[in-house]
């Protein structure tokens, strides 16, 4: 599965983004899917993660409460939702395509090129 993440932007402390990660290939059902993210000297975060049926989602602590991950099988698509951003948001977003389990470890065989959000004070 290949996969295309976009919706990236500037945004002010306080705003809201929503991303989006399109893939191709029919396979993109039967496949759980994460989000992940990359601050500059940083090593890559898992953000989180939502079953390939859409019913279990997970998310770090971090972000709990404030992102939501959703996704549109009919559409090859997941979402992450970013409401109430904080500067320390800031950084390249990547959505992953694997088993539940493997994006839990910040694992996958199939990654988006990134998108980058930066949240300004």
């Known amino acids: 599965v290949q996969l295309q993440a976009s919706g990236g932007g500037l945004v002010q402390a306080g705003g809201s983004l929503r991303l989006s990660c399109a893939a191709s290939?029919?396979?993109?059902?039967?496949?759980?899917m994460g989000w992940f993210r990359q601050s500059l000297g940083k090593e890559r975060e898992f953000v989180s993660a939502?079953?390939?049926?859409?019913?279990?989602?997970y998310y770090v602590d971090s972000v709990k409460g404030r992102f939501t991950i959703s996704r549109d099988n009919a559409k090859n698509t997941v979402y992450l939702q970013m409401n109430s951003l904080k500067p320390e948001d800031t950084a390249v977003y990547y959505c992953?395509?694997?088993?539940?389990?493997?994006?839990?470890?910040?694992?996958?065989?199939?990654w988006g090129q990134g998108t980058q959000v930066t949240v300004s004070s």
């Open positions: 992953a395509a694997g088993g539940f389990g493997q994006l839990l470890e910040g694992k996958s065989n199939f």
């Open positions: 290939g029919r396979t993109f059902s039967s496949y759980d």
């Open positions: 939502i079953t390939w049926t859409g019913a279990g989602t």
